[in-house]
């Protein structure tokens, strides 16, 4: 594992890590925040999972989580989107390929070589920063935007004893019912829809609930909301299943890392209050 | 003017805008932070100065302003760094040029033509602001990071009925004698230096102390520390010349906006309370 840079911030240092994935068979990156609390005691970790097209470096440099992680003493690792290097891509879409793993295991050639961002967020990636930083393993959350809110939703539902705590920015919460999901589930998984269900939170969440309460902030003008994000599946399902969920329309505010930033600070706490932190 | 984008952000809008700069004689960029307070009554304006390679997106996107401006109902502008377009340039340098106007009113060619940026930050874009924008012109701050920072303490200097208030984040401050400095004034301005000392906050406070206390902030691991910013000759000369001044050395913090984000707040409230908010 190679450090590529270290940046002190807000009483604790923000790195970023390279390192050889095996799920994934290529060189992945992530950058972790580790506030000085983390030198006393081991810290509570939340891995943030980001949207379409961003790298480790979108939520590091625009979302303003460090000042309010070192309060709280949490420790913040923000993966990349997808493995990277010479490996299977479509260069024209930006939804697909690199930048746009899904957070799914791929089963169908040419991804399922290297697009294995399920796995890697849910086991080998945890398991990485547990054996080099000082994380409480029995305090992890998960929380993510857009494609990465999709990707909290479920890694919360499917894994909700490794992921304790969840929070979503304006995530994508029926895949199998909306173009962005669409397209990359049958790109990914092929065409039989019931293969798709296991990462569709609107779908799991029917079998799968648990005792957090969900956390998703929503900006009313968001450019992606009729179409590709439709929060409203997600809350009628969870109603329906009996799994607490609160879904806060925040008035005037878009997709962008604008609307993140401004509303960062109730997720940490969020996150911190369900870890017993 | 025209207004290239428009994001809601902590309860305000946060604006990018362009327009024909008549002293520089080219297209310019400005962004702008709007907090709600603005509908209400004239706010306070601070006026952000940013270092080499930056544009109007570095201090928008990365330093976390907002939050603490939307709170004490500051407007905050933050101009590009140099004229851009089709004009005079270095493009192998990247302390040359665009992105490296250095706050002066050039003199020589191939420079004179278009990098008039002194008389940009200190005359023409207030006027512009003012006249479009609901600010209070009674109270004007500014404050900037590095050539910024070195922008910052000559405009306070040399127009204190200007811009009241003025803080810095690791600050160029005695540019007629640092490399980076004596590059850009020789190709600016030409080799007589006595025409140097109009833009060097060094030279300057031996004749203009002001009464508002001038705040820098200066990280211990800064690369450019010892050869290009030297605070301490700033400090020095303002001790002799009887100008309030306050330099925090923040310790294993480094030139970055990581360290930019990590005291802003203060820099924030320090403006506020200068201007009487």
Request: aromatic content about 10%; proline content about 5%; hydrophobic content about 40%.
């Amino acid at each position: 594992m190679q450090q590529l840079s270290n940046n002190r911030i807000f009483d604790g240092q923000q790195l970023v890590y390279q390192h050889n994935s095996d799920c994934c068979k290529s060189s992945m990156r992530f950058s972790i925040y580790l506030p000085d609390l983390s030198r006393q005691a081991p810290c509570p970790a939340l891995f943030w999972l980001s949207g379409l097209t961003c790298t480790e470096q979108n939520f590091t440099v625009k979302a303003g989580a460090q000042r309010v992680a070192s309060e709280l003493g949490l420790i913040v690792i923000a993966p990349d989107t997808s493995p990277r290097g010479d490996i299977a891509d479509d260069p024209d879409a930006y939804d697909l390929g690199k930048g746009a793993g899904f957070y799914v295991d791929a089963t169908q050639p040419p991804w399922a070589d290297n697009y294995q961002m399920h796995t890697y967020i849910a086991a080998e990636l945890p398991a990485l920063i547990q054996q080099h930083f000082s994380v409480d393993a029995e305090r992890l959350g998960v929380f993510g935007h857009s494609m990465g809110g999709h990707g909290a939703l479920t890694m919360h539902l499917r894994y909700p004893e490794v992921f304790k705590s969840v929070s979503a920015f304006a995530p994508i919460v029926a895949p199998a019912r909306v173009p962005w999901g669409r397209k990359v589930l049958t790109a990914y998984l092929g065409k039989d829809e019931q293969q798709w269900y296991q990462y569709d939170a609107c779908r799991l969440v029917r079998q799968n609930q648990t005792e957090a309460e969900i956390l998703i902030d929503q900006g009313s003008a968001d450019e992606f909301l009729m179409e590709q994000l439709q929060p409203e599946l997600f809350t009628a399902a969870c109603q329906a299943a009996g799994q607490p969920v609160q879904l806060r329309m925040q008035q005037g505010y878009d997709h962008s890392y604008y609307f993140i930033t401004s509303f960062i600070e109730d997720h940490l706490r969020h996150h911190a209050r369900n870890l017993n932190n």
